[in-house]
Nanobody, 120 residues
Framework: QVQLVESGGGLVHPGGSLRLSCTAS????????MAWYRQAPGKQRELVAL???????SYDDSVKGRCTISRDNAKNTVYLEMNSVKPEDTAVYYC??????????????WGQGTQVIVSS
């Protein structure tokens, strides 16, 4: 059974930093495009950042310059670091893995989410 387990959420003060981790089991993250999404109350889930299997990152404009996605395929783990957090970063953050090759393109896995609250 494939599992993506996020950790690192919690309460962060405005202007502070956070680091989220997502560890996968029973898949090799190296053959998946790994991404972080977030969903704020009353809003749709949105893409925050993703990293291709080749290691190319991309970011939503709302976090560009404040956010770094990275992956350690040996540990089957993807990270999201965010600096200068704002109250509007408050959301449940979800890890996602999508198959990047023809033989696994139908794979689409989600974690259970980790809550981030930015508040003073």
């Amino acid at each position: 059974q494939v599992q993506l387990v996020e950790s690192g959420g919690g309460l962060v003060h405005p202007g502070g930093s956070l680091r989220l981790s997502c560890t996968a089991s029973n898949i090799a993250t190296g053959i998946y495009t790994m991404a972080w999404y977030r969903q704020a109350p009353g809003k749709q889930r949105e893409l925050v950042a993703l990293m291709t299997v080749g290691g190319t990152p991309s970011y939503d404009d709302s976090v560009k310059g404040r956010c770094t996605i990275s992956r350690d395929n040996a540990k089957n783990t993807v990270y999201l670091e965010m600096n200068s957090v704002k109250p509007e970063d408050t959301a449940v953050y979800y890890c996602n893995g999508k198959g990047a090759y023809p033989w696994n393109r139908g794979d689409d896995y989600w974690g259970q989410g980790t809550q981030v609250i930015v508040s003073s």
